[in-house]
C-alpha cells in the first residue's frame, strides 16, 4: 500500500453550550480532517485534535499542521507500507507531537481496513455492537442550571457522569449533585488544577463515593499523585501524563493512579492505545477511553475502539447532539437507554456529509505524488 494523495478540510464546530474547564472556557471546536488516499484510490479518514490553545497539553492545533507537513507526511512518500503499525515505527524520529502523528496513523488504520473489506473494529478482540457512554459536564456556577443539565443527561440514559472541577469550584456542586442524585456513577476531573499542598482539601472528596479523581495535579507529577493516592481512599484516574505506554509502566510501578484515562490521539494512534490496553489488562489496571470534541469521524473510531470489552467504564463518548448543532457525518450518533451503536461498516464505518462539511470547512491539499 503505498500513499499517492493526503488532503484535510479545516472545520470549526459551533457548541451548543459552551464548554469551561479549570484551564478555559470553549465554544466553538477546530480540527482538521487527514484523508489519506492509496494508489488504488481507495480513502481513510483521521482527526486532527489538538485544541488551539496549549492549555489542556502542549500541543496546538497550529504547530500540529507545521508537524503534519514539514515532518510526517515527507516520512511517507514513497513507502509501501504493509500495515499500520509500521506508521508508528517510522514516525519514530519525529519526538512527541502525538496527536499530529495519530491523524495520520488512524487515518491509515482506516484506510486498511477499507482496503481489505473490512471494519476497523475486526482488527480489535472480543467486540460488542452497543456500548455504555457517560458524559462530561463543564463548569456551571449557577447550581440550579447544572442539576438542570444533569438531570436532562440523566432522562436521556448517560450512565456516568463526569463533573470539571477546579479550586473553589468542587465540595458545594458535588454535593449538590450527590443530594439529588445519591446512587449515580459520579466522577471529578480536575485538568491539573491543583498541587501537592491541597491534599487535606481532595482528601474531603473521598465523603461524596466518587468513582474517581482525574488528574488533579500536572501532567509531569507522578511522584505527587504517587503520594495522594497513599493518602486517599478514591481512585485516582491519570490523563494528561499518559502520552505513551511507558507513561503507563511508570504511573503503575510508583502507585499514581489506579486507572487511566486513555485518548487515542494523545498517545499517537491506535498502536500504542492497544499496547497501553493490554498493559492494563495484564496488571487489572482500569482503563476507558476519553474523548476530545471529536467530530463523528473521531467518534466513530472512539467508539470501535471502545467496543472491546475491557472498557467495562462508560467513556467520554456522548452522543453528536451533546456537543454540537450538526456533524460532518451522514448519519451523526445517537443515544438510547444509555448506550450508542458501534458503526460497522468499512473502516471507521461513517461517510462524510459533502454539503454539511463545506458550510462548516475549508479544503486544503497537503500532498500529491
Known sequence: MKIHRIDCYRVRLPLRIPFETSYGRLAEKAFDLVLVTDELGNQGIGELV?????DYIEETIDIARIILQKHLIPLLDNVDIQHPKEVALLFNEVKGNHMAKSSL????WD???????????EYFTDTRTQIPV????????????LLDQITKY????????K?????GYDLKPIDAIRNKFPDILLMVDANSAYTISDSSHLKQLDAYDLAMIEQPFA???FLDHAQLQKELKTDICLDENIRTLKDCELAFSLGSCRSINLKIPRVGGLTEAMKIVEFCK???????????FESGVGRALNLQFASQKIFTFPGDISASDRYYYEDIITEPFEIRKGEINVPDGLGIGVLLAQETLLKYGTYNSLFVK
Do not use: C
Not at 154 to 161: D, E, N, T
Open 50 to 54: 489538538p485544541f488551539e490553545q496549549p
Open 105 to 108: 496513523e488512524t487515518a491509515i
Open 111 to 121: 484506510l486498511y481496513a477499507k482496503r481489505n473489506g473490512k471494519s476497523l473494529k
Open 134 to 145: 457517560g458524559v462530561s459536564v463543564g463548569i456551571q456556577t449557577d447550581l440550579t442550571k
Open 154 to 161: 440523566v432522562a436521556l440514559g448517560y450512565q456516568r457522569i
Open 163 to 167: 463533573l470539571k472541577i477546579r479550586p
Open 219 to 221: 501532567a509531569n507529577d
Open 282 to 292: 495484564e496488571k487489572e489496571l482500569l482503563v476507558w477511553l476519553g474523548g476530545m
